[in-house]
């Protein structure tokens, strides 16, 4: 049973950063990993992916350039580190893995979730 453990959440004002950490029991080495988010009342929905090897990485539009994905595959963790952060940047953040070395962006295309941490930006 593959088992994914996000931190790092809180509250934080808007223009401020915060950093989250996914850590799992599986070994991260051989497969991509994603971060998403959902909002109260919305999709879930991708925000960054970074493939098997940490060289390649993807990021939503509403995110690029502010937050930064990275792995540490010795240490089995990723990290989302997340800056510049806006009001429309609250939502509870999941880390996700699957069975791709590439970064895929579906929901679906993602097998194992972690239980979430709470990110919220005021105003």
């Known amino acids: 049973q593959v088992q994914l453990v996000e931190s790092g959440g809180g509250l934080v004002q808007a223009g401020g950063s915060l950093r989250l950490s996914c850590a799992t029991s599986?070994?991260?080495?051989?497969?991509?990993v994603g971060w998403f988010r959902q909002a109260p009342g919305k999709e879930r929905e991708f925000v960054a992916g970074?493939?098997?090897?940490?060289?390649?990485?993807y990021y939503a539009d509403s995110v690029n350039g502010r937050f930064t994905i990275s792995r540490d595959n010795a240490k089995n963790t990723v990290y989302l580190q997340m800056n510049s952060l806006e009001p429309e940047d609250t939502a509870v953040y999941y880390c996700?893995?699957?069975?791709?070395?590439?970064?895929?962006?579906?929901?679906?295309?993602?097998?194992?979730w972690g239980q979430g941490t709470q990110v919220t930006v005021s105003s």
């Open positions: 996700a893995t699957g069975l791709s070395t590439v970064v895929r962006v579906l929901v679906t295309e993602y097998h194992y």
């Open positions: 599986r070994t991260f080495g051989s497969f991509a």
């Open positions: 970074v493939n098997w090897s940490g060289r390649s990485t």
